[in-house]
């Protein structure tokens, strides 16, 4: 599993779009990247994934440069609700040993 | 959402007694994983299972044992609770392959386990 790197938190007001920027330097060419979601007291849920340029569903959209050194997961106009953490998972096909990290603790306030 | 169950969902036991976790899903699916939650350290795997009767350690196994003798059912079992096992612990399965790129995984809703 490449190692990634991201924020410990970020704060965002109800509304505005966030950006949380995920670094892995040492991606490989197999390697996908995912997004995980977790409330409080509740366990991780997937968002999104993807392998290049952008994915977007109806939660978030994903972008991921030419380079793939790092990928920045854009919440639109969040709410309360989307007070949250979340982690960024970089691995492959073989990868099913998932390596969580301590996430990026998103606060949104009113 | 997923059919991932843990019980109990609450435990408060006393330093050296056997505690034991049990993860059930009605998915049908091979993998599953114990992870412990702790402040500042995201989650940690413990032991992951890859059929029945296949399981393997992950990064955190010291003092944790598992079990799983059908598809169903992944028991995570504390040999001699410490305090240091206090946390809240997290079952997951993900589909047929398992692998990062074709299966994500599916998390339950915890089990809080408080060691006096």
């Known amino acids: 599993l490449a190692k990634t790197t991201q924020p410990i938190s970020m704060d965002s007001y109800e509304g505005q779009e966030v950006n949380i920027t995920c670094s892995h330097n040492n991606i490989a060419t197999n390697d996908y990247i995912t997004w995980y979601q977790q409330f409080p007291s509740q366990g991780p849920r997937f968002i999104i994934q993807?392998?290049?340029t952008k994915v977007t569903n109806e939660v978030a959209s994903l972008f991921i440069p030419a380079d793939r050194k790092s990928s920045t997961l854009s919440l639109p106009r969040v709410s309360l609700s989307d007070t949250a953490v979340y982690y960024c998972l970089v691995g492959d096909r073989d990868d099913y040993k998932l390596s969580f990290g301590a996430g990026t603790t998103v606060t949104v306030r009113a | 959402d997923a059919g991932i169950t843990q019980s109990p969902r609450h435990k408060v036991t006393e330093t050296g007694t056997p505690v034991t976790l049990r993860c059930h899903q009605t998915?049908?699916?091979?993998?599953m994983y114990w992870y412990r939650q702790d402040p500042g350290h995201g989650l940690r795997l413990i032991h992951y299972s890859y059929g029945v009767k296949d399981t393997d350690k992950g990064e955190v196994s010291d003092g944790y044992s598992v079990s799983r003798s059908k598809t169903e059912d992944f028991l995570l079992t504390l040999e001699s609770a410490t305090s240091s096992q206090t946390s809240v612990y997290f079952c997951a399965i993900s589909g047929s392959s398992g692998g990062l790129v074709t299966d994500t995984q599916y998390f339950g809703p915890g089990t809080r386990l408080t060691v006096l």
């Open positions: 993807g392998y290049k």
């Open positions: 998915e049908n699916h091979r993998y």
